[in-house]
C-alpha cells in the first residue's frame, strides 16, 4: 500500500492513497481512482497523475486540490464502513468506485450515479468552492451504500430516509476522521459555503434552521423534496445520539426540542450508527417509510441491547420525539 500527500483546500494536509509513479488510485482500498473532468461532463476525462506524490496545494486554482479532497473524503468513507461496520466497499466486495472532480462550470451539485458506480463533483460557485468536502464526499458515496442494500426509493417516504442515511453517515464519517480543519458536527456542507453566506446546507440537531426542512414528521411529508422529508430521521439520529436539549459538541452548539415535548437521553453518536447501519442492512427495504424505520430500528436495538435496555427506550423516546409512534 502506497500513501502520497493531499495538499486539501478543507482538510489540510492529508495522506491519500495513490499508486507508484505517480496516480490517485487507492491501492489499499479497492483501487479507488480519483480523475479529472477539467469541467467535461460525460466520460471519466483523465485519471489524476503527476510526476510526484504530492496532490494539490491547498487552493482551488491547483486542479489537483479539489481531486485530493475527493480522494481523502472517499478513503475515509472506505475506511469508516469497513473499520466500523465491516462492510469493504459499497457493495461489500473488496471493489472500489471511482470519483470525478471538475464536472461542468461553476456546477454547484455532486451526486453519486448507479450508472458509473462513481461519485461526481462540481467545482460550486465561479469554480472556487468544490463541493468535495469530507460529508459531502462521505453523503454520496453513502447513496451507493443504500442503492446496494436496502435500496430505498427515492421518492416519497422512502426518499427522505434514503437521503437521510447519507446525512446521517457523512456524519459520522467527519467524525471519525478526526480531521482537525474538519471537526465532526452534526451540520451538512458547512465548509463548501454553498449558500454564499457562510451557512450550512442542513442542520440535525433542529432541522428546520435551513428553513425548509421538518423536524418531525407529518401525514403528507412524503411529497415533499427528500432533502427535506429527511429531516425527521435526521432529528431522530441527531437526538438518539446526543440527547434533546441544548448542547455543545466539538465547539458547535445545538438545540433539539422535541416535537412531543419529552426529552430525550442520547446514547452516544457510535451506538446511533451501529443502530441505522443493521437497520439498513437487514430490516429496510426499498419502500420503508417512517413507520417501517421505526419498527426496524427498535427490532435492531431489540437484538442488539434487549427489548428492557436504555438504548431500545432511547430508540422509542427519540421517534416519539420526531412524532413517529405507536
Ligand atoms: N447532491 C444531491 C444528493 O446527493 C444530488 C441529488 O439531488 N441527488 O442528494
Ligand atoms: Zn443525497
Redesign the pocket.
Known amino acids: 500500500i502506497h500513501n502520497g500527500t493531499g495538499n486539501t483546500q478543507y482538510s489540510g494536509q492529508v495522506t491519500v492513497g495513490s499508486a507508484p509513479s505517480y496516480t490517485l488510485t487507492d491501492t489499499g482500498r479497492g483501487n479507488h481512482k480519483t480523475y479529472n473532468l477539467n469541467r467535461g461532463t460525460s466520460g471519466t476525462g483523465t485519471l489524476f497523475s503527476g510526476p510526484d506524490d504530492v496532490w494539490g496545494d491547498g487552493t482551488p486554482q491547483n486542479l489537483e486540490t479539489a481531486g485530493a479532497d475527493a480522494a481523502y473524503g472517499a478513503g475515509l468513507t472506505w475506511d469508516y464502513f469497513k473499520n466500523v461496520h465491516g462492510r469493504s466497499g459499497i457493495r461489500g466486495d473488496g471493489v472500489g468506485a471511482y470519483s470525478r472532480v471538475h464536472y461542468g462550470n461553476a456546477y454547484v ?4 450515479s448507479d450508472a458509473c458506480f462513481c461519485m461526481t463533483y462540481g467545482d460550486g460557485a465561479n469554480n472556487t468552492k468544490p463541493l468535495t468536502s469530507i460529508d459531502v464526499a462521505a ?2 458515496m453513502t ?1 451507493g451504500i443504500t442503492s446496494n442494500t436496502a435500496g430505498l426509493v ?1 421518492s416519497g417516504e422512502s426518499g427522505g430516509l434514503n ?1 437521510a442515511t ?1 446525512d446521517i453517515f457523512a456524519a459520522a464519517v467527519e467524525f471519525n476522521a478526526n480531521n482537525p480543519k474538519d471537526v465532526g458536527d452534526y451540520l451538512v456542507g458547512e465548509k463548501i459555503d454553498i449558500r454564499g453566506n457562510g451557512t450550512p446546507l442542513r442542520y440535525m440537531d433542529k432541522p428546520s434552521r435551513d428553513g425548509s426542512s421538518k423536524d418531525a414528521w407529518y401525514s403528507g411529508i412524503g411529497s415533499i423534496d427528500v ?1 427535506y422529508s429527511s429531516g425527521p430521521a435526521n432529528h431522530w439520529f441527531y437526538l438518539l445520539s446526543e440527547g434533546s436539549g441544548p448542547k455543545t459538541v466539538n465547539g458547535v452548539s445545538y438545540d433539539s426540542p422535541t416535537s412531543d415535548g419529552l426529552p430525550v437521553t442520547g446514547i452516544g453518536r457510535e451506538k446511533a450508527a451501529q443502530i441505522w447501519f443493521k437497520a439498513l442492512t437487514t430490516k429496510f427495504g426499498s419502500s420503508t417509510n417512517y413507520a417501517g424505520a421505526r419498527t426496524g430500528t427498535l427490532a435492531v436495538a431489540g437484538e442488539l441491547y434487549g427489548t428492557t435496555s436504555a438504548e431500545y427506550k432511547a430508540v422509542a423516546d427519540a421517534w416519539a420525539g420526531v412524532n413517529v409512534g405507536t
Do not use: I
Open positions: 451539485n455532486a451526486f453519486w453523503h454520496e447513496h427515492y437521503e447519507s432533502h
